[in-house]
């Protein structure tokens, strides 16, 4: 298939996403080596030389180091210009667009693999990078049914899509009723959906990160082609739609102030509302469970447009936050785990010991990989979803 038919493609998916939710939204490899510039021209922009002294960055809210960006113009004199999205569909819009203007931007690993195939996205010069080596080759081999032999994105937070719950609202909610061995009934289940609601369940807003959890949750692969294990997942959320209260881009906010009691959400945005409800001296305890069937674990990747004016300076970027000590400071700062092997040992221990952001080899072993969506598996998807959402 060539490149514009793929573009037409992810442009039809697109229009989709946009019409039918405003949600957000992440397998084995050996690292290649960097391939040989062709030119000297494209070692030249491959290195940055001669670029203005700019950097047009797009991530998620919440998700940056409080002086990264700054420690990184410090030492560089390059201005960066950083704005924030608030799902992988506005920043897939402005990919199939193309001139989005941005030169580093931050995909769901869910969305790289068509972005990749469109050709929406640059080849890295891993020779620009030399802090790449200390990446963990084990956390990158899970990339690989994405981005074959890791050659255009590189792991800024990952994590995975799970339960949370407010300890003592749930506990109060059930009245009695133990808790289930598998933590997905918590919101899968009406009979304990039914309980839950009186004291708030709350969903992510994004399809890609609601049907793969159903998916599993009713025996079907998670990122299923099946058109028709969409519509069985769709009938078994149906069931619970009733009891949901909210939908939201992020979980933070809804259970560190108690307005949600359980919730499907990223395990570091989980653990940002516990950190934060205890910084607010409230009585609010949060927990992000780890199920005991797992879960999808998802990727947040640096990656460079392909159209970016300045890829030598996204590389630069790219190549300061993988030292060591960058690196920790987004697992220390927004509690999500580093993919920096060199990292661990600058990571707070509170962090590095905690079972819910770094997880033990057996509960690891448990998550599924990060894969992709066919067209008509997305198109399905959303619109389920968007069903789903008005309670049909």
């Known amino acids: 298939m060539n490149t514009k038919q793929l573009l037409a493609m992810a442009a039809g998916t697109l229009l989709l996403a946009a019409c039918g939710n405003q949600g957000a939204d992440t397998s084995k490899a050996t690292t290649s080596a960097a391939q040989p510039a062709t030119s000297a021209a494209s070692v030249q922009a491959s290195s940055g030389a001669d670029e203005p002294k700019v950097l047009n960055f797009y991530n998620w809210p919440d998700y940056m180091p409080e002086?990264?960006?700054?420690?990184?113009?410090?030492?560089?004199?390059?201005?960066?210009?950083?704005?924030?999205?608030?799902?992988?569909?506005?920043?897939?819009?402005?990919?199939?667009?193309?001139?989005?203007?941005?030169?580093?931007?931050?995909?769901?690993?869910?969305?790289?693999?068509?972005q990749i195939e469109a050709g929406l996205l640059r080849k890295l010069d891993k020779a620009q990078i030399p802090n790449y080596k200390n990446l963990d080759m084990a956390i990158m081999s899970k990339l690989d049914k994405v981005d074959p032999g890791n050659d255009y994105i590189i792991p800024?937070?990952?994590g995975y899509v799970t339960v949370a719950i407010n300890k003592k609202a749930v506990e109060k909610?059930?009245?009695?009723?133990?808790?289930?061995?598998?933590?997905?009934?918590?919101?899968?289940?009406?009979?304990?959906?039914?309980?839950?609601?009186?004291?708030?369940?709350?969903?992510?807003?994004?399809?890609?990160?609601i049907l793969p959890s159903a998916l599993r949750y009713i025996g079907k692969p998670a990122y299923s082609a099946d058109v028709a294990d969409y519509k069985a997942a769709g009938e078994m959320l149906a069931k619970v739609r009733p009891d949901v209260r909210i939908f939201s881009s992020t979980m933070i906010d809804d259970?560190?102030?108690?307005?949600?009691?359980?919730a499907i959400g990223w395990s570091g945005d989980i653990n940002i509302a516990r950190h934060r409800a205890v910084e607010n001296q409230s009585d609010i305890e949060i927990e992000a469970l780890v199920p005991s069937t797992g879960a999808i674990i998802f990727f947040d990747t640096l990656a460079i447009p392909k159209d970016a004016k300045h890829p030598g300076n996204?590389?630069?970027?790219?190549?300061?936050?993988?030292?060591?000590?960058?690196?920790?400071?987004?697992?220390?700062?927004?509690?999500?785990?580093?993919?920096?092997?060199?990292?661990?040992?600058?990571?707070?221990?509170?962090?590095?010991?905690?079972?819910?952001?770094f997880l033990s080899d057996a509960d690891m072993e448990k998550m599924v990989s990060p894969e992709?969506?066919?067209?008509?598996?997305?198109?399905?998807?959303?619109?389920v979803f968007t069903e789903f959402k008005k309670g049909k």
């Not at 808790?179 to 009979?191: G, Q, S, Y």
């Not at 992709?372 to 619109?383: K, V």
């Open 67 to 114: 002086h990264l960006l700054a420690d990184f113009e410090k030492e560089t004199g390059i201005k960066v210009n950083y704005q924030n999205y608030e799902s992988n569909e506005m920043l897939n819009a402005k990919l199939v667009a193309g001139n989005s203007g941005y030169d580093l931007v931050v995909p769901g690993s869910v969305f790289a693999k068509t």
């Open 156 to 158: 800024w937070g990952w």
């Open 173 to 209: 909610a059930l009245a009695g009723t133990p808790m289930p061995e598998n933590a997905w009934d918590l919101v899968f289940n009406p009979t304990y959906t039914s309980k839950l609601k009186s004291c708030g369940i709350a969903y992510l807003d994004t399809p890609s990160e």
């Open 255 to 262: 259970l560190s102030s108690g307005k949600a009691c359980a």
């Open 314 to 357: 996204a590389q630069k970027f790219i190549d300061f936050f993988l030292r060591p000590e960058n690196s920790a400071s987004l697992t220390n700062e927004i509690s999500y785990p580093t993919a920096n092997a060199a990292a661990k040992a600058h990571v707070k221990p509170e962090m590095a010991s905690d079972a819910t952001t």
């Open 372 to 383: 992709s969506f066919t067209n008509e598996a997305r198109e399905a998807m959303n619109n």
